[in-house]
């Protein structure tokens, strides 16, 4: 049986995926050939780091196929977000109740996992802007940016939580 989940949003909230997802698309569209950029580095991790040579070797065979991959998978994302996002979303005026109407995102398996894949490095490369490591420690909880990231990672829980919600159902 094939696994199928639906995600609420207000549509407000649908609209900052879909920005911060096509930000992150332009961001890969920027580097086509090396991380110069350390999000991108981020994104795409040595995998020999006591090897420099090894590493530059290994990037050079695999990144260009996995940045490709993620711009593939945030493709999907605003496919799916097509019909939830009306185009004056982010320019309303806050009190307007149309940002606030709830809308209904259904993603089978493959979105699913595209959406959790593009929101987890949506929110690394928030975190190397913001210059979370690999702890909170170094955060500013005056600094309002957090609360994207934050809302991110809340999201992500959110959809986790309904892959499993959906393969409990399934395996029943």
């Known amino acids: 049986m094939t696994r199928e989940i639906v995600l609420e949003f207000a549509r407000i909230e649908a609209a900052h995926i879909a920005g911060l997802t096509t930000q992150f698309v332009e961001l890969l569209s920027e580097q086509p050939d090396s991380p110069q950029d350390p999000a991108i580095a981020r994104l795409v991790p040595d995998a020999y780091r006591e090897d420099p040579d090894a590493a530059r070797e290994f990037r050079g065979l695999t990144e260009v196929d996995l940045l490709d991959r993620r711009r593939s998978e945030a493709a999907i994302v605003l496919a799916s977000l097509e019909g939830a996002v009306a185009t004056d979303a982010l320019t309303s005026q806050p009190g307007d109740p149309a940002l606030r109407e709830t809308v209904a995102v259904t993603l089978n398996a493959t979105e699913a996992d595209a959406w959790l894949r593009t929101l987890a490095?949506?929110?690394?490369?928030?975190?190397?802007?913001?210059?979370?490591?690999?702890?909170?420690?170094?955060?500013?909880?005056?600094?309002?940016?957090?609360?994207?990231?934050?809302?991110?990672?809340?999201?992500l829980h959110l959809i986790v939580d309904a892959i499993d919600e959906a393969t409990d159902l399934t395996s029943k």
């Open 121 to 155: 490095a949506v929110r690394l490369v928030l975190a190397t802007r913001l210059g979370v490591a690999d702890s909170d420690e170094s955060r500013d909880e005056d600094d309002a940016r957090f609360g994207i990231y934050d809302w991110v990672g809340y999201r």
